[in-house]
Structures are given as C-alpha cells and as structure tokens.
C-alpha cells in the first residue's frame, strides 16, 4: 500500500515509546488525529518532533487569537513555500471551523471576503520577503508570528520528506472530501486549549533565550527549543559546507531561486563528498520541493553510516537557517 514517506520510516504509533510516544498522545488529543504524516516522518529525530509539535500547538492551536484567522496564516504560508501537502491539510481544517467559504477561496490563492482575514493572507504570504509586523493587536502577535514561522519550518519538512498527497490517490483535492474531513474534525478544532501544555516535552532537549517577539509567551519557549535541536543538525555538515549554507541563505532574497543554471554556485568551495550533505541542507532551506530521490541517494552513498534521523537533522538544519533568515527580517513592533 503506498505510503507518504518518501526516505524515512516513521516509528509507528503502536512502537512509540518515550517521548515519541508523549508527543504522538498529544497530538491524538489536541488534533483529533492519531497518525500525523509530518509528525511520524519527523519521529527519527525526537529532538526534532518535539519542538516541532510545541511550536505547532502553542502557536496554532492555543492561545487566545481565533483559530480561523491563524488557519488562514498557516495556509497562506504554505501557498508562499509551494507546500500542497500543508495547503490540502489546512484548507481541512479552516473547514473544520465552519468557514467553508472561506476555506476553499484561500486555498485557491484567492482574497477573502473578509478584510481581516485579507490583510492576514497578504501578511502571511509575504513573510519570507516583505518583513513587516502582522495585522494585528500586539497582544496576539507572537500566536500569528509563531504560526507563520511553524509553517516556514514544517512546509520545508513535508516537502522534503512527504508526497504531495494528504490522502490517497489525492482525494483531499476534492472540495467534497475536504468538506467532510474538516465536519470530522470540527469538534476538536473548535475546542478551547490551555496554552503550555506541550512545553513539559521540551524538558532535557536543547534550547536556548526566547525570541524577543515571544518573551513569556509558551510560542517562545518552544520556538527556542526548535531552533536550538535543528540547529544541531549542523554538525553533520564540515565547516566549509555549513558557512556556504549559511552564506547562501543570508543572501536569499525570500522567492524561489533557480537553484540550476546559475553564473555562480553556492557550493562550489565545497569538497566533492561533502557536497550531497550541503545540497541537501540548501534545499531545505531555499526549494525543498526540489529534494529528490538522486539527492538523498547521493547523500546516502558519499561515505559513513547515514541513519534516517541524520536525514531529519540535515534537512532540520537546512530549515531552520531559512527560518532564522525569515524571523530576523519580521519587522516586529514592541508591545
């Protein structure tokens, strides 16, 4: 039977042990789903999972900012970054809120009716390259900036590591099977959740201070955790391949680069068997959707032991530095 993995074998739900298994609890209670494609295919790496799902929750699910308009942040993220996978999902869940209309006109790219949930896709779309604050009251900014950046990571993941294809044979693009999945959802999503609840998972992983849009806020605590276990997904890199990464995004200019063709290579400093892992992180960070079976395979074949949570960690490296780039350009009004 197919499956949406494309290079890793997930830890089944039913093996899940720890703190794979904490998260997984978490995540059937609070999404009302028991198996997540992201989550399972991000399982080889608990270090990565975890703070991956504490962004998610106490960004997107928690909080006091509505559910819908931060459904509408998640999406318009995921148009920006070509994530159908992310698109398809949340295009359910904004149906599971009730707005139906409104759901199926963001998922074509389309403005909403409402000027509100307007000025949001505008924002949301523009994240990686207009650096502005979100519309928004201050005091529920570190929710929508949390959300924006969750998705600039996850979007990154999922088309790193998953098909195109929510649900088999892609049926989520049907406006009926949407429909339907969101009213089997809609009692979870409608539920009012206690922020904080997903940073006791964190506990013992790496982290590191709270983003200054997110001082005290749960969104913060679980961001620095996330930034702090990608991060670590550097050391499977040299330290030329890791600056020409790095060097790389810092002069992305947030669009969609060619990645072929072009004058100059990024990565043209970079020893030959250290070039796979170094293409692999860039991907992630600027054209995940660009990630293909050549890839992984050359990185799997350029030497040593390469374990599917290496690949989480690289491809989480490679993510990371693009969101990193994205956050430092939000121009974020104090309070």
């Given at each position: ?101 409104l759901a199926e006109t963001v998922a074509r790219g389309e403005a909403p009716a409402d000027p509100e949930h307007a000025r949001l896709l505008v924002w949301a779309t523009g994240t990686a390259t207009a650096g502005q604050a979100p519309p928004c009251p201050p005091v529920h900014a570190p ?193």
């Open positions: 039977m197919p499956t949406p993995y494309r290079y890793v074998t997930p830890v089944p739900v039913e093996a899940a042990t720890g703190l794979i298994a904490g998260v997984y609890g978490q995540i059937a209670r609070d999404f009302g789903m028991a198996r997540m494609p992201l989550f399972a295919a991000l399982s080889p790496a608990p270090e990565v999972l975890a703070p991956t799902w504490a962004v998610l929750r106490e960004s997107l699910l928690a909080g006091q900012a509505p559910r819908v308009t931060k459904e509408v942040v998640a999406v318009g993220v995921s148009l920006a970054n070509r994530c159908p996978f992310c698109v398809d999902a949340h295009t359910v869940l904004l149906h599971a809120t009730g707005e139906h209309r929710e929508y900036i949390g959300t924006a950046l969750a998705f600039h990571f996850i979007n990154r993941m999922v088309s790193s590591l998953l098909t195109d294809d929510l649900l088999p044979a892609g049926l989520q693009r049907s406006r009926l099977i949407r429909g339907l999945g969101g009213r089997a959802l809609a009692r979870t999503v409608r539920r009012s959740l206690p922020q904080g609840e997903a940073l006791p998972l964190l506990r013992g992983l790496p982290s590191g201070p709270a983003p200054a849009w997110a001082v005290g806020a749960p969104a913060g605590t679980a961001f620095a955790a996330l930034h702090a276990g990608a991060e670590e997904g550097a050391v499977l890199l040299d330290g030329t391949a890791r600056e020409a990464v790095i060097e790389a995004v810092a002069a992305w200019d947030g669009g969609h680069p060619p990645l072929s063709g072009r004058t100059s290579d990024p990565l043209a400093d970079v020893a030959p068997m250290r070039r796979p892992a170094a293409r692999l992180a860039l991907l992630a960070a600027l054209a995940p959707y660009r990630v293909t079976d050549a890839d992984v395979a050359a990185w799997r074949e350029a030497g040593g032991s390469r374990s599917d949570a290496d690949l989480v960690r690289l491809l989480a490296f490679g993510a990371i530095t693009a969101v990193r780039r994205i956050e430092s350009a939000l121009a974020v009004r104090a309070a």
